[in-house]
């Protein structure tokens, strides 16, 4: 006996959409690497014209400072992230269950720790380079 098949625009639909965004997500990659420029085989030197005017007047004890200042911010970050963290995830569950495509639309990069933390590290990584440029010795 055979059985008809009823076919379903809206599940087709549905599945179409869902097979959109998965093909879409898999296709953006991952930014470029800076150049290596503090390695012992690095491709790239540093030179004076890679830093602000500000950074380039920073003395070996300044630059040491700067890194402990960030490096707590950093800390503080983190642990805000931390205790913020369990709340997200229930939301993001919830959220995600009823709402994932709009919900995932709508998120981008607003959150202030995400973009406090790329600042904090973008500046470490200056200050790092800017240690390694002046040969300041590890504190």
Do not use: W
């Amino acid at each position: 006996m055979a059985r008809a098949v009823r076919f379903n625009f809206r599940d087709s639909a549905a599945a179409a959409v869902a097979l959109v965004l998965v093909a879409t997500g898999c296709q953006s990659g991952a930014p470029p690497l800076p150049a290596d420029t503090t390695a012992v085989n690095s491709t790239r030197t540093l030179t004076s014209a890679d830093f602000t005017a500000d950074d380039a007047a920073l003395r070996c004890d300044q630059i040491q400072a700067e890194r402990r200042r960030v490096s707590e911010a950093m800390q503080a970050a983190n642990q805000r992230v931390a205790a913020d963290r369990a709340q997200n995830q229930a939301a993001g569950y919830f959220l995600g269950v009823l709402y994932f495509a709009p919900y995932a639309a709508s998120q981008g990069s607003t959150h202030p720790q995400k973009e406090e933390l790329g600042r904090l590290y973008a500046r470490q990584d200056t200050l790092i380079k800017l240690a390694t440029f002046r040969r300041c010795t590890a504190n």
